[in-house]
């Protein structure tokens, strides 16, 4: 971010990103936080581009544990059917290996 944008060096810069992001007008803002109103405009990009990259390690994060959950559903399917296959039992056999194919297609 830019050394010289006020609101990114104002020691109140969360609360003053939390009330853009719910939309307190410009005016607003400044006169309760000392700033100009296009400093606050100018700042939104700056705003815009810390929540994008928020985001994306959010989504990072969630994709970790939904590959975390995948394999173990994987672990799990591949002792059914493993089992079922030692017992003799290819309808469970066959279950585990269409749910298998589930999970890859979802």
Same mark, same amino acid.
């Not at 020691?11 to 939309?23: K, T, Y």
């Not at 400044?30 to 959010?58: C, I, P, V, W, Y």
């Given at each position: 971010?830019?050394?010289? @944008?006020?609101? @990114?060096?104002?020691?109140?810069?969360?609360?003053?990103?939390?009330?853009? =992001?719910? *939309?307190?007008?410009?005016?607003?803002?400044?006169?309760?936080?000392?700033?100009?109103?296009?400093?606050?405009?100018? +700042?939104?990009?700056?705003?815009?581009?810390?929540?994008?990259?928020?985001?994306? +390690?959010?989504?990072?994060?969630? /994709?970790?544990?939904?590959?975390?959950?995948?394999? =173990?559903?994987?672990?799990? /399917?591949?002792?059914?059917?493993?089992?079922?296959?030692?017992?003799?039992? /290819?309808?469970?056999?066959? *279950?585990? =290996?269409?749910?298998?194919?589930?999970?890859?297609?979802?």
């Amino acid at each position: 971010m830019d050394k010289r @944008c006020t609101v @990114c060096n104002h020691a109140e810069r969360p609360e003053i990103d939390r009330q853009l =992001i719910r *939309g307190v007008p410009y005016r607003a803002l400044a006169e309760q936080f000392g700033l100009s109103s296009s400093a606050l405009r100018r +700042h939104t990009k700056h705003l815009a581009g810390a929540l994008d990259n928020q985001r994306h +390690h959010q989504d990072q994060a969630n /994709l970790a544990v939904l590959l975390e959950r995948l394999d =173990i559903l994987n672990l799990r /399917l591949d002792r059914l059917f493993n089992t079922a296959t030692d017992q003799h039992s /290819l309808f469970v056999a066959l *279950g585990a =290996i269409r749910e298998s194919l589930r999970l890859v297609e979802d």
